[in-house]
């Protein structure tokens, strides 16, 4: 049986951790735990290493850093194109269709 492939929110994947180890605590089997998720075992593992341990407004903290790193990241490729345009310019290389701004 496929299951229908679906994204998860942080959020969404810690409540379902949490879920999950209330009921491992209570005696189930993984495998029966992650039936109930509707998770595979390698994505409960995945979820652990990635998330084991966060509380939901860790994983809301995470993704406004990953969201400013993804920013900052941009702006500094932005700045070393000037840059380099500017050292270009600098070096008295001329512009020419092939090469442009």
């Given at each position: 049986m496929t299951r229908k492939r679906r994204r998860h929110t942080p959020e969404q994947i810690i409540r379902k951790l949490e879920e999950g180890h209330r009921q491992l605590a209570a005696g189930k089997e993984l495998e029966e735990v992650c039936r109930h998720l509707e998770i595979a075992e390698s994505t409960w593992h995945r979820w652990l290493a990635q998330y084991g341990g966060m509380k939901a407004n860790d994983a809301k903290r995470l993704r406004e850093l990953e969201g400013e790193n993804a920013r900052l990241k941009k702006l500094l490729a932005e700045a070393e194109l000037d840059k380099s345009m500017l050292k270009?310019?600098?070096?008295?290389?001329?512009?020419?269709?092939?090469?442009?701004l």
């Open positions: 270009e310019l600098a070096e008295g290389k001329p512009l020419t269709p092939t090469r442009p």
